[in-house]
């Protein structure tokens, strides 16, 4: 059965690794038609991905009809996926996320601590609006989550829009579990990790080998000093007594936990010599887009990893073909708990591993949290929902409570002057806002 796919910001700079990831599955993921859709704001970007893409459906001789339009309404008919990539405010947004923070003397990070709530802030309700159109226009389609933060804005969607055919991606777990395999030399099919969690806070739990655990391999590989980080985050390595104590694999985004006033002195330097994250990535992304307009470019280049979305595509491509063809593999989603953790409410957004069938995820029980990690991850799963309810109810009192239970941030009297600048600076994205906090 032929397939199609409506890609949500379309004019990102990762699209074309998920138009690769399509063209590579042509034989078990019939793809027929793809339609880019995006903003006015972003018009000139979807053009010119628009015509990479069509290149790179063209060099491969892959029969799909590819078209772009900033009808997003007219775009949803027939789907049968839609995949969101969407960045409200772009990357001027961003740096604002990362630079007001550190100036009041918190970690600016784009999906952590206060930056991070303002992205979601700005996120959520465009995300239900869309789901609300996806539940009235094409039903039957699944709604595929990579807009970060990815575990609040699937939990969000789903408690909150009429559509409930929605599983959240996060390239952390599939890139973890790749860079497991290099470090044990071994192909990636034989590697199998247990990942429980949240979206950016999960831990891998136990890492298998055919069967066999090689857990301990990697902890002391890791302790060795190798690392697993994506381009967008510069790792500083881990303490022995924390990997041989905790007993379990970190993820990159830890060291914002853990490692927080390292991470801090870091940044701070960072933004005084190359400004922030968000500005580094500008300039990436200016290349990238200069390189997008040759005409002789027909396949994604290599300068694309640079933006830290390595293996995107196999993310979310991957689940898209598992569902299609009802594979009944296990991958790693952001989906609905039900159980899945004893610690957390059936309602709460988890990432862990599923069996991955036609009706969605069925996730794999977990039972209890481990004790190192119950409080920190009940405590994080507060200010998640508390992220939500304050994006919902644009209320300053639930987004006070919000950055007041977020662990990169919990400081009464310095939350009031961080909140009013980040409101301010954002004020033209936080419509729900304007009657409580800008009248």
């Not at 039957?140 to 009429?162: C, R």
Request: hydrophobic share 40%.
């Amino acid at each position: 059965m032929a397939v199609k796919v409506v890609i949500i910001g379309g004019g990102s700079s990762y699209t074309p690794e998920i138009i690769e990831g399509l063209i590579d599955r042509q034989a078990t993921f019939p793809v027929r038609e793809i339609v880019l859709v995006d903003i006015e704001e972003g018009r000139e970007k979807l053009e010119i991905v628009g015509r990479l893409a069509q290149r790179m459906i063209e060099k491969a001789n892959a029969e799909i009809t590819l078209s772009w339009t900033l009808d997003r309404r007219a775009a949803l008919v027939g789907a049968d996926f839609v995949s969101t990539q969407i960045r409200v405010g772009g990357l001027k947004a961003r740096a604002l996320d990362e630079r007001i923070p550190l100036k009041h003397g918190f970690i600016g990070q784009e999906t952590n601590g206060a930056g991070g709530l303002f992205k979601a802030f700005r996120t959520i309700p465009v995300l239900i609006d869309l789901a609300n159109e996806v539940a009235e226009i094409c039903p039957d389609a699944w709604l595929v989550n990579f807009t970060n933060p990815a575990g609040i804005v699937t939990e969000a969607v789903l408690k909150h829009s009429s559509h409930k055919k929605v599983i959240g991606v996060c390239n952390i777990p599939f890139n973890m579990r790749n860079s497991v395999a290099e470090i044990l030399e071994t192909p990636v099919e034989r590697v199998a990790i247990e990942f429980i969690g949240l979206n950016h806070f999960v831990f891998g739990r136990h890492v298998w080998v055919d069967g066999v655990d090689r857990t301990s391999d990697v902890l002391a590989s890791l302790n060795a000093g190798n690392d697993y980080s994506p381009a967008n985050i510069v790792g500083l390595g881990w303490s022995e007594s924390f990997l041989s104590s905790l007993g379990m694999l970190p993820n990159p985004y830890h060291q914002y936990y853990f490692q927080t006033k390292d991470v801090l002195k870091k940044d701070l330097e960072a933004y005084e010599q190359n400004g922030t994250r968000a500005e580094v990535v500008q300039q990436v992304e200016a290349q990238l887009f200069e390189k997008y307009k040759d005409v002789d470019l027909a396949v994604k280049p290599e300068e694309l990893e640079k933006r830290g979305g390595a293996y995107y595509s196999d993310a979310a491509c991957n689940l898209m073909d598992s569902i299609h063809n009802d594979r009944g593999d296990i991958q790693t989603v952001n989906t609905l708990n039900n159980g899945t953790i004893r610690d957390l409410p059936d309602d709460a957004v988890i990432e862990v591993n599923a069996v991955i069938t036609k009706s969605g995820p069925r996730p794999i029980s977990i039972g209890a949290l481990p004790l190192p990690i119950r409080g920190l991850i009940t405590n994080l799963k507060t200010f998640e929902q508390l992220a939500i309810q304050a994006a919902v109810s644009g209320t300053y009192e639930d987004a006070y409570l919000a950055c007041l239970m977020n662990p990169l941030i919990q400081d009464e009297k310095r939350i009031d002057p961080l909140l009013k600048e980040l409101f301010t600076a954002h004020e033209a994205y936080l419509p729900q806002f304007k009657k409580e906090v800008y009248s």
